[in-house]
């Protein structure tokens, strides 16, 4: 019953910005760690930018500086703010989260995805 639902993602210019949210639903237990996965045709999925429930965060290298990764404990909710767009940002964009479910078992969340492009 746990479901990850993505918003936010389009097409912007580059230098332009998008937010990215990302509910979670169901019966949980307990969310540890929510973070942003992207992934570009031809490419294997890389970690963007993950935060635990306490708000510590941590990026990749190449978009630290211009993305901020944020979260609503009350909502079950993560964002990802991406300002200062490049191209090379264009990918899938997933929603992850590390959580216990309602039979107490620790795993990995996906959401369905949600579409970056950015244009040059």
């Known amino acids: 019953q746990v479901q990850l639902v993505e918003s936010g993602g389009g097409l912007v210019q580059a230098g332009g910005s998008l937010r990215l949210s990302c509910a979670a639903s169901g019966s949980i237990v307990s969310i540890n760690t929510m973070g942003w996965y992207r992934q570009a045709p031809g490419k294997q999925r890389e970690l963007v930018a993950a935060i635990t429930r306490g708000g510590s965060a941590n990026y990749a290298d190449s978009v630290k500086g211009r993305f901020t990764i944020s979260r609503d404990n009350a909502k079950n909710t993560v964002y990802l703010q991406m300002n200062s767009l490049k191209p090379e940002d264009t990918a899938v964009y997933y929603c992850?989260?590390?959580?216990?479910?309602?039979?107490?078992?620790?795993?990995?969340?996906w959401g369905q995805g949600t579409q970056v492009t950015v244009s040059s």
């Open positions: 992850n989260a590390r959580l216990l479910d309602e039979v107490r078992s620790l795993r990995n969340y």
